[in-house]
DNA sequence: TTAGTATTAATTTTT
DNA sequence: TTAATACTAA
């Protein structure tokens, strides 16, 4: 012993590191370092138990806790070990497998991977072929549907529907995988599925990798779906050596398939598991805790952990109402500017954390506003945007002309002559003959005389796949960054994107991020370059070093930890989400995600929510989050949780009072109360666009000009 | 037939 | 606020 120092870990810690041969699963709770004990456990292998690198699997959630862990794994083994260690996401994971072993799974080594935004179009696009209203049957719900099949490792032919949706969704979900393939294509579901498939299917190609992988880690095991759980249960099969880290609590995936019950499963399947707790919470202060306990032990079915920490009672967690969401970000802003000035965090330090990507707006501007810098995770993911979808199209089409989804999306843009009509006579001849749309490209664009097409939709289609052609041609022997500025200097793509619009110079700014981003793969082949950027998260992109607050989705927090958190839009319909109300499990869910966003402070934690918010363009009042009243009073500073219901009424009889026309709501004489200032007597009012310019005697803070939103009548 | 403009409807979370 | 669709001018 003692190549590896162990000191620094706790008992709990150490046990579940330096675990004997077998099934082992690590409960811990959050901030207990579970990443930490994972990597341990691969060094410890390493160095102690003279197990090569090469033949241990770790599987991590996001690219971003991959690359971390690779990098401690470097100073603790040394780059040469750390690097021949297998260790990524699952999809990525499972991606090189079917890569590798692409003829035996019956896969094009070429594949491209569709994402959440292709499958969507490709849905749509199977909708519209079986004459399924659109509207009537959402094409998200659908894809929804066929993921979540997909997950369960439900091939279309065995989808038993229990409903006319359900019947919907097998007839879309059969058609779906036929196009799919005829693309060329394998969906993010499709990565799982496919290699689970491959091992059932050719049993010594399992035995390989079997025999290969002598030790397979886990982490964050409570959010694996299906096809996850038996992937690894197929992989551990020879040598039983898994080893997996979970926290029941903070599973919040459900809705993309993750089941926690994989952690009973696990239980059941191996008898002989070892399990370990990790109970001390290295993180957070005792009040935080505390108010995170009390929101998750609402929970039913879960065993309670006993959760603990050695840094103190700390200070009181702040709850902050807010008027409106301007008005909540202005409070987040300024008390960031505030903890700044007075030393007690740095802006990197700092975190406010949301449900929805669309809350980041008013936050984005407050920041903006006050001209400070922040960095927004997620929200138009930058891979998800239309002018980086448009280029990667493009590339896909070089690397796959088959890829006929992404022929369809880039075979007018910019705009030459190929229109509705046009592409509609393509595909239709396409379908009719059952070949890939891009051999009748094909065929218009060398034979001169189709019948097929007008003169002037020949001419355009001609000219398109003379450009493509000489892409595909150049492809050899061209860098990705060589290939994308032809196609961008062909296409004429920069002269599209800048219509002398502010945002057409962003759209621009982005086209050149991901071309140095292309730059970096000098080495790096066009179909390394596309699974890369497939399989990429925003989180993964987050740079370190920039010293200014982040703001993120509470999903994209999980496993990450800030000084200083704020939670905002604590109001019901936002967290829970109105889409969980009926469903007590989607319900367990979002406590959850507020117990995860809670965890993920250290020292000071904000929860914030507002009085009225815009949402749908129109602005609602809305009411505090039944989580707030689940904090024990004691452990909470600032506003007053009033109850739900009253307050609901409250706005209600608020917002019919309020009239968004131009006519003041207040006149001369009206006794009014404010917020902060209290009491006082109207002496003038003046309509300012939907709002109004209040000037109001307050009774203990004197003469104040106040817009009329912020006023309530009082009696 | 295409391209640009108006309109209408919908809007959780992401590997 | 966006994205898909309907409408209109060229």
């Known amino acids: ?50 197990v090569p690198p090469g033949q241990v699997m770790a599987v991590t959630f996001t690219n971003k806790a991959a690359r971390e862990m690779r990098e401690r794994l470097q100073h603790l083994l040394g780059h040469a070990r750390a690097g021949s260690l297998t260790l990524g996401t699952f999809h990525a994971t499972c991606a090189r497998i079917l890569r590798r072993e692409a003829k035996v799974a019956g896969i094009p080594r070429d594949y491209v991977i569709f994402d959440a935004d292709d499958q969507r179009t490709l849905v749509r696009q199977v909708l519209r072929e079986l004459d399924i209203d659109v509207k009537q049957y959402r094409p998200t719900a659908v894809h929804g549907a066929i993921s979540r099949a997909k997950n369960e ?81 197929q992989l551990a099969a020879r040598h039983r050596n898994l080893f997996a880290v ?111 990507n669309a809350q980041s707006r008013a936050l984005e501007e407050a920041f903006l506003r006050a001209g400070l810098p922040y960095r927004l995770v997620g929200a138009t993911r930058f891979y998800a945007r239309r002018e980086i979808k448009d280029l990667i199209a493009f590339l896909r089409l070089i690397h796959n002309p ?41 065929e218009v664009g060398t034979h001169q005389d189709t019948p097929l097409l007008g003169g002037r939709a020949q001419g355009a289609v001609t000219r398109l796949y003379r450009m493509v052609r000489g892409w595909i041609e150049a492809r050899e022997g061209a860098t990705v960054v060589q ?80 000084p200083v958190v704020f939670i905002t839009g604590l109001e019901e319909g936002l967290l829970p989400h109105s889409r969980s109300l009926d469903d007590p499990e989607s319900l367990a869910e979002e406590r959850r995600l507020m117990y995860v966003g809670i965890t993920r402070a250290r020292d000071r934690l904000y929860l914030t929510y507002a009085f009225r918010r815009v949402r749908y363009a129109t602005s609602e009042p809305n009411a505090p989050s039944r989580f707030l009243e689940a904090l024990p009073p004691h452990l909470t500073e600032g506003s007053r949780i009033r109850s739900g219901k009253r307050r609901v009424e409250q706005a209600i009889a608020w917002t019919t009072s309020w009239t968004p026309t131009a006519t003041p709501s207040f006149t001369t004489g009206d006794r009014v109360m404010h917020r902060v200032f209290g009491r006082g007597v109207v002496l003038e009012s003046q309509a300012r666009g939907d709002d109004e310019e209040v000037t109001v005697a307050f009774e203990t803070a004197g003469l104040k000009r106040i817009m009329g939103s912020y006023l309530t009548p009082a009696d």
Request: overall charge negative; charged content about 30%; glycine content about 6%.
């Open 153 to 233: 490792l439900i091939p279309p032919e065995a989808y038993q529907p229990s409903s006319y949706f359900g019947e919907i969704v097998r007839r879309v979900y059969e058609r779906y995988q036929e196009r799919l393939r005829a693309n060329g294509g394998l969906d993010f579901d499709d990565l799982l599925v496919e290699t689970v498939r491959l091992f059932r299917e050719h049993p010594e190609v399992l035995g390989r990798y079997q025999e290969r992988y002598l030790h397979a880690l886990v982490d964050e095991f409570q959010d694996t779906n299906m096809a996850q759980y038996i992937l690894l249960r």
């Open 246 to 356: 979970a926290d029941e609590d903070q599973s919040i995936y459900r809705w993309r398939g993750a089941d926690y019950r994989n952690i009973t499963r696990l239980r059941e399947d191996y008898p002989d598991l070892a399990v370990y707790l990790l109970e001390q919470n290295y993180r957070s202060t005792q009040t935080i805790l505390d108010a995170a306990q009390a929101i998750i032990r609402r929970n039913p079915n879960r065993t309670e952990k006993r959760l603990f920490t050695r840094r103190g009672t700390g200070l009181k967690v702040t709850v902050h109402e807010a008027y409106d969401q301007d008005e909540e970000a202005r409070f987040v802003v300024n008390t960031i500017a505030e903890l700044t000035l007075q030393g007690k965090a740095r802006p990197g330090e700092c975190a406010v954390m949301y449900r929805t």
């Open 402 to 442: 088959t890829d006929a989804t992404s022929l369809t999306r880039i075979i007018n843009i910019p705009p030459r002559g190929i229109g509705k009509r046009t592409l509609l006579a393509l595909e239709e001849a396409a379908r009719a003959r059952g070949v890939p749309l891009w051999q009748i490209v094909e």
């Open 483 to 562: 290939l994308m500025d032809q196609v961008l200097a062909e296409t004429g793509y920069e002269a599209y994107l800048r219509d002398g619009t502010e945002e057409g110079d962003d759209r621009w700014n982005n086209v050149q991020e991901l071309r140095a981003v292309a730059a970096e793969y000098a080495g790096l082949t066009l179909t390394d370059f596309l699974a890369d950027v497939a399989l990429v998260s925003d989180v993964d992109n987050l740079a370190d070093g920039v010293d200014a607050p982040t703001l993120l989705t509470l999903h994209s927090a999980k496993g990450l930890e800030f």
């Open 1 to 50: 012993m003692g190549k590896l120092a162990l000191k620094d870990l706790n008992p709990q810690q150490r046990a579940a590191v330096t675990a004997p041969d077998g099934p082992a699963l690590v409960l811990a709770g959050p901030g207990s370092g579970k990443t930490r004990v994972l990597t341990y456990r691969v060094a410890w292998l390493t160095l102690e138990r003279s």
